[in-house]
């Protein structure tokens, strides 16, 4: 997934964003009820440009790992915008000079291992080579009270 992102998207299509973040959201609320995480989303329509395929992977790790990476009564808090969106955690404290580092390949931070046990530490990675594809940005700042809000800029669909 991480080289097909490099390599660019193949497929064009303007669909809604929120709508993605929605199906993804259901599909991992059986993993955040097991964990004991609140996930829910804000914001309204966010119509954009790409393969919506590859735009539902950069959701769904998004969504995964702010359910994996954050503790028992914590929160996931998904805000669709104007071709983008932000994805909130109430995960552990990290260092803001440490956040760049989660976006390297194989890098989950320093002294943390997510719950599930399973994973390479790529998910970051695909998020921010998708977004490149698509000719938009993934950042992330670290949440003072602890986890993590990733922002990803889109381009717009074309009639928006």
Do not use: C
């Amino acid at each position: 997934m991480l080289a097909h992102g490099e390599r660019g998207i193949e497929r064009h299509e303007d669909f809604d964003l929120r709508q993605v973040v929605e199906e993804e959201l259901s599909a991992i609320q059986p993993t955040a009820q097991r964990y004991g995480v609140h996930a829910m989303i804000a914001g309204g329509p966010s119509p954009v440009r790409g393969d919506r395929v590859l735009i539902g992977r950069l959701v769904a790790n998004l969504l995964r790992n702010d359910v994996l990476y954050n503790h028992r009564g914590g929160t996931v808090r998904v805000h669709t915008a104007s071709a983008g969106l932000s994805v909130s955690n109430t995960g552990p404290v990290l260092e803001q000079a440490d956040v760049e580092a989660l976006f390297e390949p194989f890098r989950r931070g320093h002294g943390r291992d997510r719950r599930s046990g399973t994973g390479e530490g790529l998910s970051l990675s695909i998020v921010r080579s998708i977004a490149h594809a698509h000719e938009g940005t993934a950042t992330a700042v670290a949440n003072p009270q602890g986890g993590l809000t990733v922002t990803i800029k889109l381009t717009a669909a074309q009639d928006s």
